[in-house]
């Protein structure tokens, strides 16, 4: 934990890892004064901070035998009613796009795993091209 006094006010600042994204991140709190009574206090809101936000990534839960193709349908249904006809359409097409080079390199078995990143690449490139 670490301070900064700004005009009459202490901030006192936390870094923790986030879980999710693995990056260092910080959380802050301000204060009046700069005791050890405020800075314990501090420590405590800060710890409390951090561990509601790490609390709330672990009630994440896996779902199990979920196909790409059904979140992607899930996805556009909760976005069509958000935004636009044309953005939605758009995004359909890409949704089939995607599919269709996704179904054309499926991967069987992790000794295929390198040929089809390989394939993918080259289909990528293909269509930068077209």
Do not use: G
């Not at 934990?1 to 709190?29: A, C, G, H, I």
């Not at 409390?48 to 990534?57: C, E, G, M």
């Not at 390199?105 to 690449?121: I, P």
């Amino acid at each position: 934990m670490w301070k900064q006094q700004r005009d009459k006010k202490y901030r006192f600042f936390e870094q923790y890892k986030d879980p999710l994204t693995n990056k260092q991140k910080t959380v802050s709190v301000t204060m009046n004064d700069d005791k050890k009574k405020t800075a314990k206090q501090a420590q405590i809101i800060l710890n409390n901070k951090i561990n509601k936000i790490i609390s709330r990534v672990k009630r994440t839960t896996l779902i199990h035998n979920v196909t790409f193709e059904s979140l992607l349908t899930e996805y556009l249904d909760d976005e069509k009613k958000r935004v636009r006809r044309s953005t939605y359409y758009n995004h359909m097409t890409m949704k089939r796009t995607l599919l269709s080079i996704l179904c054309i390199l499926q991967v069987k078995s992790a000794e295929k795993c390198n040929d089809f990143l390989h394939s993918l690449a080259a289909h990528f490139l293909f269509y930068l091209v077209i």
